[in-house]
């Protein structure tokens, strides 16, 4: 919440703020996972064949674990770059206002914001996600995010704040 009152400034008294990313980045984030799962198999056969080892699972395993990691991480921050945002949004609400903030150190600008008073609020639940649709009720203008609330998830507890100040 310090991170977001700091952002705004003194003039807007922050209520709640939560760190969010964009809903569609986690079909990058699957996209990602299985293209580098499969690319990392394939290195994984590569080096089997220049090596003239038999293919070991283990090495199948670490090499697909491996990719996977690396082309959730690629397909995310990608994903992302080209939807002009941070990985990381952080979503802070005033009593007037909900501004959606990108979170990277090097891109410190607002994504959206809203009127509290002409928006609806839209949470669905899937598991311990929340997905969070803002829309604007004069322009129609909406976004789309997605929020965890499960115990494991470092940015849960910003994230309940914030889903149950928009929620009431």
Do not use: C
């Not at 990602?32 to 089997?48: E, H, I, Q």
């Not at 070991?56 to 991480?73: E, F, H, K, T």
């Not at 007037?96 to 979170?103: P, R, S, T, W």
């Amino acid at each position: 919440m310090a991170d977001a009152q700091r952002i705004l400034g003194p003039s807007e008294e922050v209520l709640g703020a939560g760190i969010f990313g964009m809903a569609n980045l986690v079909v990058a984030q699957v996209a990602g996972v299985t293209v580098g799962a499969a690319a990392g198999r394939r290195a994984a056969d590569v080096l089997s064949n220049i090596t003239n080892l038999i293919g070991s699972p283990l090495l199948d395993g670490l090499a697909a674990g491996v990719g996977a990691m690396a082309g959730s991480r690629a397909g995310v921050q990608a994903t992302a770059a080209a939807q002009g945002v941070s990985v990381r949004l952080l979503v802070a609400v005033t009593a007037e206002k909900i501004h959606v903030l990108n979170q990277d150190e090097n891109l410190r600008t607002e994504v959206a914001s809203f009127d509290r008073d002409a928006v609806d609020v839209e949470v669905k639940k899937l598991g311990l996600n929340r997905y969070l649709t803002l829309t604007d009720t004069g322009t129609g203008d909406s976004i789309e995010l997605h929020g965890a609330t499960g115990w494991i998830a470092a940015q849960a507890a910003g994230d309940k704040v914030v889903l149950d100040l928009l929620q009431h």
